[in-house]
């Protein structure tokens, strides 16, 4: 089986698990990501929106909801709600073959999304070019990534070796994920500067980057939320857009 085919199978496994995993009041995706990702979307009345790997849906149903129209949720598992919800559109395929799909063929969006799932894109560098395709006028991109200190980290731990070591490896990195012990995936190791080489090669500028982190009350609330957090620092969210600044 090929890597694309094993992390499409991964994902058809894994989507229910997390979906569950975000679901829980303590979630990062509820308490940190997905409020800082929402602020950096602005308002959404009357934009459209393409989601790429957008999991179940969830996240696009709620930019519907506040007024996004004509949008599309793009993601290989297939585990979408149903029915879609009103003015929204879903398609089972793959990040990384953004220009080979016919649904997407002459449209554009004014907002992009790659919520946590550049990563598997299987040549980056085409798959933001052909995002950056779509974009209508004054449209941009939202990307997150995990922070590449995370995996650092992890692997350090792992493999008995230096966070130096492990931060500037180019080997890809598995892992068994939070949501089900008996499913790994397999990702693409960047660092800070792989990212914005890639932005810089696909012809967009960084117009924003943020690396949000957990209110007050939520440190209060979910201390072991804030230990994860000190640790592994949590993920970078990038609003980019085409050309030059």
């Not at 996004?68 to 149903?82: M, P, Q, Y």
């Amino acid at each position: 089986m090929s890597d694309d085919a094993q992390t499409s199978q991964a994902w058809l496994e894994l989507a229910p698990d997390y979906e569950r995993a975000r679901s829980r009041e303590d979630s990062l995706d509820r308490l940190v990501e997905w409020p800082a990702q929402r602020d950096v979307l602005g308002d959404v009345t009357g934009r459209s929106v393409l989601d790429l790997g957008c999991g179940n849906g969830g996240k696009l149903a709620e930019l519907a909801e506040a007024g996004a129209t004509g949008s599309v949720g793009i993601d290989v598992s297939g585990n979408f709600l149903s029915p879609a919800p009103p003015g929204v559109e879903f398609i089972r395929g793959d990040l990384s073959g953004l220009d080979s799909l016919p649904e997407l063929a002459g449209r554009t969006f004014d907002r992009i999304l790659f919520l946590q799932s550049f990563g598997y894109a299987k040549d980056p560098v085409r798959t933001l070019r052909a995002a950056r395709a779509m974009l209508a006028d004054d449209g941009f991109i939202v990307l997150t990534k995990t922070q590449p200190i995370r995996y650092a980290v992890e692997r350090a731990e792992q493999n008995g070796t230096s966070l130096g070591e492990e931060y500037f490896s180019a080997e890809p990195f598995s892992y068994v994920t939070g949501w089900n012990e008996n499913i790994s995936l397999t990702k693409r190791s960047y660092t800070i500067s792989d990212l914005i080489n890639v932005f810089s090669a696909a012809g967009l500028w960084i117009e924003t980057a943020i690396e949000p982190q957990l209110s007050e009350d939520a440190r209060r609330r979910y201390p072991h939320k804030q230990a994860w957090m000190n640790k592994y620092l949590g993920i970078l969210i990038f609003k980019l857009r085409p050309g030059q600044p």
